[in-house]
């Protein structure tokens, strides 16, 4: 098994249930982009997420 597996494995094991299923949650949407050939949108969130964050960023005077 590939080493990123087995500590996924490992890990989802050790921490809280909420955060493993939030895990599982994330990579099963990562796994549907790769299968899809759009791992690239992926990106697009992340850079998208970020503009958010900063319009949601107090303003400072």
């Not at 796994?31 to 970020?50: F, K, Y």
């Amino acid at each position: 098994m590939d080493i990123l597996a087995e500590q996924l494995d490992t890990k989802l094991r050790h921490w809280q249930p909420e955060t493993a299923q939030q895990v599982r949650q994330c990579i099963a949407e990562i796994i549907d982009l790769a299968d899809q050939d759009t791992l690239d949108v992926l990106q697009s969130r992340g850079v998208e997420q970020e503009a958010l964050d900063m319009l949601d960023e107090p303003a400072i005077r």
